[in-house]
């Protein structure tokens, strides 16, 4: 069974400060794929990064960093200097290779308090 | 601008109406997707097409029916809707070279469906 567990429902933090967004992921392929969607309140999701199965290498764009650890079937996302304008739902999904289904997590509503 | 396009934004209907709900893709994308958001639920996949064919159905009550008359647009029929099943109606679309599923889905900005 493929799942994705985001455990953090809300989160509230004040402008500046960094989050860490957490997501755990199962599944039995050895093979898949990994994204992070952001949903500001216009409601589509915004694609913000994908991450295959076989490159555990870490990413930083700008503010946003992502930590891929196979060993603990984590994909967590950071956002340093958190700015009002990241306040959104964050939705962390899985791939398997052989299917175009997404599987999401229950998101994880952030909060930046100015 | 989206690349992916929905409409209506908002929808409101009584139990005995029937709606349809449009997305259009910009993207020159092959295969497009709904999905449907409740409150504090994950998103769940509804159905999957992929160059027009349906090749997913999620399970899916068939008060609810989609069509794909080509790879740029895709509708999804309602008629005799519950009040469960209000809900952020999203449509996506991906590029899907055979035999690859890595490329991310691209959305739109959803319906809000309300039935009364």
Redesign the interface.
């Known amino acids: 069974a493929q799942k994705?567990t985001q455990a953090q429902t809300e989160i509230s933090v004040v402008e500046k400060e960094d989050v860490t967004l957490d997501c755990v992921y199962e599944t039995r392929d050895t093979t898949y794929?990994l994204?992070w969607?952001k949903q500001p309140p216009?409601?589509?999701?915004?694609?913000l990064i994908?991450r295959?199965s076989f490159d555990e290498q870490n990413e930083i764009s700008g503010r946003y960093s992502w930590n891929f650890q196979k060993s603990t079937s984590s994909f967590n996302f950071t956002i340093t200097a958190s700015q009002v304008v990241d306040s959104a739902v964050y939705?962390c999904a899985l791939?398997?290779?052989?299917?175009?289904?997404?599987?999401?997590?229950?998101?994880t509503t952030l909060q930046v308090k100015p | 601008e989206?690349g992916?396009t929905q409409t209506p934004r908002h929808l409101v209907m009584g139990m005995t109406n029937k709606k349809s709900l449009k997305c259009e893709q910009h993207l020159g994308h092959n295969?497009m997707?709904w999905y449907k958001q409740s409150a504090?639920?994950?998103?769940e996949?509804m159905f999957?097409y992929?160059f027009k064919e349906q090749?997913?159905n999620n399970s899916v009550p068939s008060r609810f029916s989609p069509e794909c008359p080509n790879s740029s647009h895709l509708f999804l029929h309602l008629h005799t809707l519950q009040p469960e099943d209000s809900a952020?109606y999203?449509c996506?679309s991906?590029h899907?070279p055979p035999g690859q599923?890595?490329?991310?889905?691209?959305?739109?900005?959803?319906t809000?469906l309300t039935v009364v």
């Open positions: 994705v794929y994204f969607y216009s409601g589509e999701l915004v694609f994908r295959n939705f791939r398997a290779s052989n299917t175009g289904k997404l599987i999401f997590g229950q998101g | 989206t992916v295969a997707y504090k639920k994950p998103l996949l999957v992929n090749t997913e952020l999203l996506a991906s899907e599923s890595n490329t991310e889905a691209f959305f739109g900005q959803g809000r």
